[in-house]
């Protein structure tokens, strides 16, 4: 039989739930509840972490059913049978203490409200966490606010997706203090006549490697905003940020495509070209980074390790949720001939370059030759810098090398070639070699 285990002790529990202690250590004397718990409840304590067996909307084993015997800290995770799945609900969860909601980081779990209900209804002191969750298609009744979340509780999401919620004011999120990592809220609508944003805080908001946009209504709202590493932007005919006069901090760099989230001193006022919203990998639906975006590689002081979808981030991390990898390669060689003006002394170094999509860069390119002066040795040295348009094709480039003192003879030299100035989507690329100087024309 499947057991519950607790800090009170050990119980038998309905075989639908699996449930595992977050202190198997605990000291054998250690204090007995104050009160005992309710006939055939499970003795939950704060650190447990309990297994949620089935995506039914209610019942013994259900996600509802475990939130409803939470009495504060512990952690709610998921069968690993139930990866990828979808929780469908009739009704709004309700939860009655702070609690963490834990889906399978390789593919998630969803709740959806399928455009009938809310999908949370929060009435508590205290925070709820939800981590590898994505929160669709719920529905606010009436003029209410909140698709996916509504109430005064303080609300984290971590590698989340919060999509496709409908509300008549604000149309995803309406929480006491909210704060979004690694998690992207998109395509959620606001039917009201006035915008109104896809997610309000009574008093912070909290916004850090993640990515509003494509919300109808607009964006974030709080009393006091933190905005650090994110992109919030291109939110319908709202505000991408409502509130940001009472309060804002900046930190690392944020993009937006216009001014509501503060001034050019602020943010990185430009268009984060963003694909759909799509499966990119992961548990949750991210707006990949198209190539040319000024997101890529703009952040800085980057405190988170992963994206939304667990993909390492570079030292010097994307601006959202998603971090790039489909970077332009660059496929560049050096002809081992090289031709000398008999008259000037001046070389022409040849190669040929090839990318893995079209891009515009310069080419820098040095040639160095160590010739015999007498007894002495000396170095001659030229450089170039090659203006490239570089397609998915081999094509030809060639440099004029003039030496600044002396001219070059036949024999042997170094030349090396590399991308200069590229965009911070194309890898770098560079090659050397030896390469044999002969006459050419006077």
Known sequence: MLRHISRAGRRPLALMLTVTLGALNACADESPPTAPAAPGAPAFAAGDVYTVTNTNDNGVGSLRWALSWTTGGETIRFDPGLAGQTISLDSALEPLKPATIEGPAGKGITISGGRRTQLFLLDYAGTLTIRNVTLRDGKAPGSASGGAMYGYGAVVLENSAVYGNEASGVS??????????????????????????????????????????????????????????????????????????????????????????????????????????????????????????????????????????????????????????????????????????????????????????????????ELKQVQKSGRDLTGLHAAATVPISCTTGVRPWSASMYPTDGTFRTGSAQATAGTMDSPAWVTPAATSGQVKLYWGRK
């Open 172 to 365: 995803a999120i309406w929480a006491s203090d909210l704060t979004l990592v690694n998690t992207t809220v998109s395509g959620n609508n606001s039917t009201a006549a006035l915008p109104y944003p896809a997610a309000l805080s009574m008093g912070r908001v909290v916004v850090t490697n993640s990515t509003v946009a494509q919300n109808s209504g607009g964006g974030v709202s709080g009393h006091l905003t933190i905005l650090r590493n994110s992109i919030i932007a291109n939110n319908g005919d709202g505000r991408n940020c409502y509130g940001i006069s009472e309060g804002a901090v900046y930190e690392g760099v944020n993009l937006s495509n216009d001014d509501t989230c503060g001034g050019p001193s602020d943010m990185l006022i430009a268009d984060p070209k963003l694909a759909p919203l799509a499966d990119n990998g992961g548990g949750t639906m991210t707006h990949a980074l198209l190539a040319g975006s000024p997101a890529i590689n703009a952040g800085t002081s980057c405190s988170v390790t992963v994206d939304q979808r667990y993909v390492a981030r570079d030292a010097q991390c994307d601006l959202g949720a998603f971090e790039f990898m489909d970077f332009t390669t660059v496929t560049l060689t050096v002809d081992p001939s090289a031709a000398v003006n008999q008259s000037n002394g001046w070389a022409v170094v040849t190669g040929t370059i090839k990318c893995s999509r079209n891009e515009t860069f310069n080419l820098a390119v």
